[in-house]
C-alpha cells in the first residue's frame, strides 16, 4: 500500500498549473457610454417596442371610438351605428323606387278615398287606366287620378322610345334618359308635382287637379307634335 507521502506526491504531479497569471485589469465605463448605446436601435432588443403598424393605430383608435373605455358603446358609436342602419334604410328604400321625399311629407286632416290601387295598375300596358281616369275624377279620387296620369305620361314617351320602361326604375332615371332639354325641364315638373300628391298623401281638390292634369295633357300633346 502506497504511504502519505507517496499520495501527496502523486496529487502534486498531477495538478495542472494557471495557464494564465497576469493581474485582471478591470475597467468599467462611463455612465454616459452606456446610455448612449442603450439608445442605439440595434440594441433594442424589447418586442413589445416594436413599431405598431398604420393599421393597428387605425382599429385600436376606432375600438375605443366606438366601446369608449368600458364594455358599453359610448355615444359616439351608439351615432354612428344610427347612420349606418339609416343609410342602409335609404339604399333600401331607393332599390323600392319610392323617392325619399316622400317619407317625410305629412297627409292633411282630410279623409283618403276609398278607390286605391291595385297591383296590376302599376303596369303602364294597362287598358283600363284611361276608365280609371275617368273613374277617379268622377268620384273626386285627385290623388289617384293624378297618379294614373303620370303611369300614362310613362307610357307615352316609353311608346314614343324616349324612354325605356322598366317596374323597377326610378322617376329621376327616366328623367335623365329624355335627351330633349324642353322636355326635361317640363317632366322634371311633373314629376315634382306627382311626387308631391302621391307620396306625400296630400289630397287635392279640382281646381288643383285640373291645373295638374292641363300640364300632363300640354305635355302629351307637345310630344306627339314634335314627334
Known amino acids: 500500500m502506497p504511504s502519505f507521502w507517496g499520495l501527496h506526491a502523486q496529487e502534486q504531479q498531477d495538478t495542472i498549473p494557471a495557464w494564465d497569471n497576469s493581474a485582471v485589469d478591470y475597467r468599467k465605463p462611463a455612465a454616459d ?53 339609416l343609410s342602409l334604410l335609404v339604399f333600401i328604400i331607393r332599390l323600392s323606387g319610392m323617392p325619399i321625399k316622400g317619407l317625410f311629407m305629412f297627409s292633411r286632416s282630410t279623409p283618403v278615398t276609398d278607390i286605391s290601387f291595385s297591383g296590376d295598375n302599376y303596369e303602364i300596358e294597362n287598358a283600363n287606366l284611361d276608365k280609371q281616369l275617368e273613374l277617379y275624377i268622377a268620384n273626386g279620387a285627385f290623388r289617384e287620378a293624378t297618379r294614373v296620369l303620370f303611369i300614362l305620361c310613362l307610357r307615352s314617351l316609353n311608346n314614343m322610345n ?58 302629351s300633346s307637345d310630344l306627339k307634335n314634335r314627334n
Open 33 to 85: 457610454t452606456i446610455t448612449y448605446y442603450k439608445q442605439l436601435p440595434r440594441y433594442q432588443y424589447d418586442l413589445a417596442n416594436d413599431s405598431e403598424s398604420f393599421w393597428s393605430r387605425l382599429w385600436r383608435f376606432l375600438g375605443r371610438l366606438l366601446m369608449g373605455t368600458g364594455q358599453h358603446m359610448s355615444v359616439i358609436g351608439y351615432i354612428l351605428l344610427g347612420l349606418a342602419i
Open 162 to 219: 324616349l324612354i325605356n320602361w322598366k317596374p323597377w326604375k326610378t322617376d329621376r332615371e327616366y328623367y335623365y334618359e329624355i335627351k330633349n332639354k324642353d322636355h326635361k325641364q317640363v317632366f322634371r315638373q311633373l314629376i315634382l308635382r306627382y311626387e308631391y300628391i302621391w307620396y306625400g298623401q296630400f289630397q287635392v281638390n279640382d281646381q288643383e287637379f285640373y291645373a295638374i292634369k292641363a300640364m300632363f295633357d300640354h305635355f
